[in-house]
């Protein structure tokens, strides 16, 4: 009987691992074709390796980027081909602002500064919040957002922008990742920014073996998924507390006076499952001008895969704006 149970046991163990190997590798091919799917031992496999490395980024596009010696990278003037997965997008710039619809007003104007969120990343220049914003308010939208940019060089990059003079309004969008740069941010030579960029828009294809100890690690991931599938049902990861995010943030804000006139809303887009449990809400009580908000952006408006804002996320996320910006 004991040989009989462990003949079993290895058997079970064996087509396990089969059975993990053909899901690997299904998971695999279906992403590098571009197609990503919601079954979910197969899309927990996708996200491991989408995020792992096969994910196409940005700024290491050497046509989407030039280099800046004051903010390492801007976006390059022109048209800027981006696809992943799920989307597949042209991006356009003019003077480092993503490109909507001219709009002729003399009413004030509004200047949109954040990461890729705001830029519009997964989306096409009319498909952004700050396109459909402008066609909701009839006011001109200036989308600053470049991706990867902490508060400091989104304000740094709308300080250049020539916009103070003509908006009464900027929108700071945040997320977690901006506290490394909020708080460490500082000039470094022009040899070691020209070093840094390089690195950023280096895209040389790697060799087999290069490749083989993400694949590896993304095969024993594929195992382990229904293990972790388990696991989550009573480990619940929790929120991301914004105290320690604060002062960085208001300190990067304080250091521009020109914004002292203006009506600046921040608000937050983390991802899916990166909520802060205690983002402030309504005026900010050191600085009169400036507004926190949370905008209840859920789980449907995230790409499943890339995490970033779908069209229709982009849509609620102007509603909402609209809202807030037309309140007294």
Known sequence: MP??????ILIGIVLYLCFG???????FALLRGGIATDLPWLHAIQVNLYHGGIRNIWQNQPGCVAFDEQLLYRPKDGACVFKNAEFD???????NMRVSKPLASSRAGIAVVGDSFAMGWGVNDNETFSALLQERLGRPVHNLAVSSYGTVRELIALERSGLLATID???IQYSENDIDENLNFKPSSDAEKREKFGQVTSRGKT???EQLPFLYAGYRYALKVPFGGIKSLWKVKPPLDFASHYRPLMAA?????SLKDKRVIVFCINGQDKGFKNFPSGPDAELAYVRFVDLGIGLENHFPLDDHLTPRGHRFVADRLAEIITSP
């Open 169 to 171: 309004t900027v929108v």
């Open 207 to 209: 060799s087999l073996s």
């Open 21 to 27: 190997t053909v899901m690997f590798f299904a998971a």
């Open 253 to 257: 804000i304080r250091q521009h006076e």
């Open 3 to 8: 040989a009989r149970a462990a003949a079993r």
């Open 89 to 95: 997008t042209v991006l356009n710039f003019s003077r």
